[in-house]
T-cell receptor, first 114, second 114 residues
Framework: DQQVKQNSPSLSVQEGRISILNCDYTNSMFDYFLWYKKYPAEGPTFLISISSIKDKNEDGRFTVFLNKSAKHLSLHIVPSQPGDSAVYFCAAGGYGGSQGNLIFGKGTKLSVKP | KAGVTQTPRYLIKTRGQQVTLSCSPISGHRSVSWYQQTPGQGLQFLFEYFSETQRNKGNFPGRFSGRQFSNSRSEMNVSTLELGDSALYLC?????????????FGPGTRLTVL
């Protein structure tokens, strides 16, 4: 039973365009959400996070939107650059019984073509 | 500040053997979490340690165990290895346990079971 789902295993975008990566979750106890980026042969690196009390958080080219009623969040990258090509993981955590560990989605591989 | 280090980076074992992986967190971080990454399942939480105590455990068999030392360094052990244990094992550290916090990942240990 997947609590965090990334339904698109891959996404291809042209350089300069917007990349939109989506994530759905089922557990309403999650209080915060994070996006990680992972290059091959490296561990995931933190990108951006959002608390459940917000609906948007922006950091440079990266914006995360949270729709609690739909249990959906998305990561927007504008403009996309070839260096953004990586696997993006959505993760969720909460203050409840699962505090301390993150539940990850299976990832979306983003390819940004020059 | 040095990042999270994991040793060894690569390991090849045969079925039935046991293996110990090591993780040194970022200086000052007291929480260490372990994850297993496989192509089909993404990142799955194994366990979390804080101040030498296991705070949380994922849904893995008892063959997977871990511990944390007084200097916050952590080890995980897998006994009676199975082919399905082949994966990238990632360690992540954070300042504290519980609540919203960014986890910093190491590069991982690639375990291959033959």
């Amino acid at each position: 039973d997947q609590q965090v789902k990334q339904n698109s295993p891959s996404l291809s975008v042209q350089e300069g365009r917007i990349s939109i990566l989506n994530c759905d979750y089922t557990n309403s106890m999650f209080d915060y959400f994070l996006w990680y980026k992972k290059y091959p042969a490296e561990g995931p690196t933190f990108l951006i996070s959002i608390s459940s009390i917000k609906d948007k958080n922006e950091d440079g080219r990266f914006t995360v939107f949270l729709n609690k009623s739909a249990k959906h969040l998305s990561l927007h990258i504008v403009p996309s650059q070839p260096g953004d090509s990586a696997v993006y993981f959505c993760a969720a955590g909460g203050y409840g019984g699962s505090q301390g560990n993150l539940i990850f989605g299976k990832g979306t591989k983003l390819s940004v073509k020059p | 500040k040095a990042g999270v280090t994991q040793t060894p980076r690569y390991l090849i074992k045969t079925r039935g053997q046991q293996v110990t992986l090591s993780c040194s967190p970022i200086s000052g971080h007291r929480s260490v979490s372990w994850y297993q990454q496989t192509p089909g399942q993404g990142l799955q939480f194994l366990f979390e340690y804080f101040s030498e105590t296991q705070r949380n455990k994922g849904n893995f068999p008892g063959r997977f165990s871990g511990r944390q030392f007084s200097n916050s360094r952590s080890e995980m052990n897998v006994s009676t290895l199975e082919l399905g244990d082949s994966a990238l094992y990632l360690c992540a550290s954070s300042l504290t346990a519980g609540g919203p916090h960014e986890q910093f990942f190491g590069p991982g240990t690639r375990l291959t079971v033959l």
